[in-house]
C-alpha cells in the first residue's frame, strides 16, 4: 500500500489530475467531499459550525458553503476554527477508507491545504500539481468564479514554490488534458504502483 498526497492551488488541475489516477486504478478521496460529508445536516460537525458561526451560515436548512466560504477566507481565526472542527473528522474518514483497502492499493488523498494544514507527515509520496497563476485564474473565472474570489483563495492558499518544497513530484499543468494525462501515467506506471506493490 502507498500513500500519497495530490495537492495544487485553485485552478492548478488537481481534480482532474484525480480523475486519471482513479481510472488507472489508484483509490482517490477528494478531502473537498470529505469535508462535505462531514459537516451534514445530523452530523455533530453541523451544530457545532451553527454554534460558532451563527445562523448565517444556514440556508434552506443546510450549511450555506459560499457563506462560509467568504468568511474564513476573510478571517485566518474563522478558518482555524472551523478546520477545527472539521480536520480531525475528515481525518477519520480518511483512516476508515484506509483500513478497508486491499494491500497493494495506492491511496491517494487529493488534499488542496496540505501544505497550510502540515499534513505532509501523513503520506509515503506527495505530488503537487502546479500552473501559471493566469492559467489558473482564467480557468476558474470559465467555471463562474469572481476574479476577486479567486485572488482571495490564492491569498489564503500556499504558493506553488511552498508546495513544490515538500513534493517527491511536482506535474506542471500548463498545457491540455492529453499532456496531464501522459505525465499522470508516466507517473503511475514509473513510481506509484510499483512502490504499492513493493510496500504491500
Known sequence: MLLVALTGGIGSGKSLAGEFLASLGAVVVDSDQLARDVVERGEPAFDEIVERFGDSVIRDGQLDRQKLGEIIFSDPDARRDLEAITHPRIKAAFEQIVSDSKPDAVIVNQIPLLVETAGMKRFEYIISISAPIELRRERCIARGMKGYEFDKRVTA??????????????????GDADQLLRAVEELWEGTLLPRARAEK
Not at 492558499?157 to 500548463?174: G, H, P
Open 157 to 174: 492558499q500556499a504558493s506553488d514554490e511552498e508546495r513544490a518544497l515538500v513534493s517527491d513530484a511536482v506535474i506542471v499543468n500548463d
